[in-house]
Nanobody, 122 residues
Framework: QVQLVESGGGLVQPGGSLRLSCAAS????????MGWYRQAPGKQRELVAT???????NYADSVKARFTISRDNAKNSVYLQMNSLKPEDTAVYYC????????????????WGQGTQVTVSS
């Protein structure tokens, strides 16, 4: 069983910073892509940023130049450094692991974390 555990959310003032962390645990052989998504009240879940094993990065336009995603492959962990936070960044942030292989081969799975609340407010 694979679990994703997030940490680092909280309340921050506009212009402030937060760092989210997510660690995948379980019998994992490899993970293709790790990333962060977010869901604000009344809105659909949306991509924030993803990073592949080879460090190919993808960011939503709304967070480019403010957020930085990074990854530690040895620890099956992904991080999101969020700077210059805005009230519109308020959402539940979900960690995602895609292309998770439990053994060598083509079968892979996708997992989600439980979510961590980020609130940007004065």
């Amino acid at each position: 069983q694979v679990q994703l555990v997030e940490s680092g959310g909280g309340l921050v003032q506009p212009g402030g910073s937060l760092r989210l962390s997510c660690a995948a645990s379980g019998s994992i052989f490899s993970i293709d892509t790790m990333g962060w998504y977010r869901q604000a009240p009344g809105k659909q879940r949306e991509l924030v940023a993803t990073i592949t094993t080879d460090s190919f990065l993808n960011y939503a336009d709304s967070v480019k130049a403010r957020f930085t995603i990074s990854r530690d492959n040895a620890k099956n962990s992904v991080y999101l450094q969020m700077n210059s936070l805005k009230p519109e960044d308020t959402a539940v942030y979900y960690c995602n692991a895609d292309g998770v292989r439990l053994r060598p081969g083509r079968i892979s799975y996708r997992y989600w974390g439980q979510g961590t609340q980020v609130t940007v407010s004065s």
